[in-house]
């Protein structure tokens, strides 16, 4: 069975200052890896994946993440935060095997980041 | 339809009562997914209808929750003699197909059981 990990329900930063989310999962093959982002009242949207090929993504908004085999991470950053981007972040897995039930997503618990001007 | 389209937005009840959430999902998306989403948690996967396949029911929790789905169209997600600890928000999603990694979510549908 899969599961995603996400370090600090809670992350806070300074307006300009590095993000930096966490997020591991646990899994007997590497899945496909996501990131979504929710805006108050809103639905989630897509900020990026990894499905193959290049390890280091890049996604809307300036956020990228690197997915790392050997420590089963797709940690989630960007260089300069804005206001704009506090938010909740989920990081969600879907297996890779054909067939079954590989459909469906599995999600972290979210991590709220908060901007501080 | 531009984006998935849930209502209603909110909905408040009480506690025994029925109470019924739709989805409309983007045009011509074959797949639609529900998930159920409580206050600090991940997302849990609830239901998932493909096009004209029997659907995998295996999230939902117990046997008064049911969801319908008329051909590649509207999703109804019903909930019987609702619980407290049914208040969460439920969530809808739809993909082209099963093997679209992308999932499009709609805004979700606050339930609040009183």
Same mark, same amino acid.
Request: glycine share 10%.
């Given at each position: 069975?899969?599961?995603?990990?996400?370090?600090?329900?809670?992350?806070?930063?300074?307006?300009?200052?590095?993000?930096?989310?966490?997020?591991?999962?646990?899994?007997?093959?590497?899945?496909?890896?996501?990131?979504?982002?929710?805006?108050?009242?809103?639905?989630?949207?897509?900020?990026?994946?990894?499905?193959?090929?290049?390890?280091?993504?890049?996604?809307?908004?300036?956020?990228?993440?690197?997915?790392?085999?050997?420590?089963?991470?797709?940690?989630?950053?960007?260089?300069?935060?804005?206001?704009?981007?506090?938010?909740?972040?989920?990081?969600?897995?879907?297996?890779?095997?054909?067939?079954?039930?590989?459909?469906?997503?599995?999600? &972290?618990? &979210?991590?709220?980041?908060?901007?501080?001007? | 339809?531009?984006?998935? #389209?849930? #209502?209603?937005? $909110?909905?408040?009840?009480?506690?025994?009562?029925?109470?019924?959430? =739709?989805?409309?999902?983007?045009?011509?998306? /074959?797949?639609?997914?529900?998930?159920r989403q409580r206050l600090?948690q991940?997302?849990e996967?609830? !239901?998932?209808?493909?096009? $004209?396949?029997?659907?995998?029911?295996?999230?939902?929790?117990?046997? =008064?929750?049911?969801?319908? =789905?008329?051909?590649?169209?509207?999703? /109804?997600? /019903?909930?019987? =003699?609702?619980?407290?600890e049914d208040s969460a928000v439920y969530l809808?999603?739809?993909?082209?197909? /099963?093997?679209?990694? !992308?999932?499009?979510?709609?805004?979700g549908t606050r339930l609040s059981v009183?």
């Amino acid at each position: 069975a899969q599961s995603v990990t996400q370090l600090g329900s809670h992350v806070s930063v300074s307006e300009g200052a590095l993000v930096l989310l966490r997020c591991n999962y646990s899994s007997s093959v590497p899945p496909y890896l996501f990131w979504y982002v929710q805006y108050p009242n809103q639905g989630l949207q897509l900020l990026l994946k990894y499905t193959t090929g290049a390890t280091l993504v890049k996604g809307i908004n300036g956020f990228e993440a690197e997915f790392k085999k050997s420590e089963t991470s797709f940690h989630l950053t960007k260089p300069s935060a804005h206001m704009s981007d506090a938010a909740e972040y989920f990081c969600a897995v879907r297996s890779r095997n054909s067939g079954g039930s590989n459909y469906k997503l599995t999600f &972290g618990k &979210g991590t709220l980041l908060t901007v501080n001007p | 339809g531009a984006g998935v #389209s849930q #209502s209603p937005s $909110n909905k408040v009840t009480e506690k025994g009562k029925d109470v019924e959430l =739709r989805c409309d999902p983007i045009s011509g998306h /074959t797949a639609l997914y529900w998930y159920r989403q409580r206050l600090g948690q991940g997302l849990e996967f609830l !239901i998932y209808f493909q096009g $004209n396949s029997a659907p995998d029911k295996s999230g939902l929790p117990s046997d =008064r929750f049911s969801a319908e =789905r008329t051909g590649e169209s509207v999703s /109804t997600l /019903t909930i019987q =003699r609702t619980q407290q600890e049914d208040s969460a928000v439920y969530l809808c999603a739809s993909s082209p197909g /099963t093997g679209w990694h !992308i999932q499009y979510f709609g805004a979700g549908t606050r339930l609040s059981v009183l």
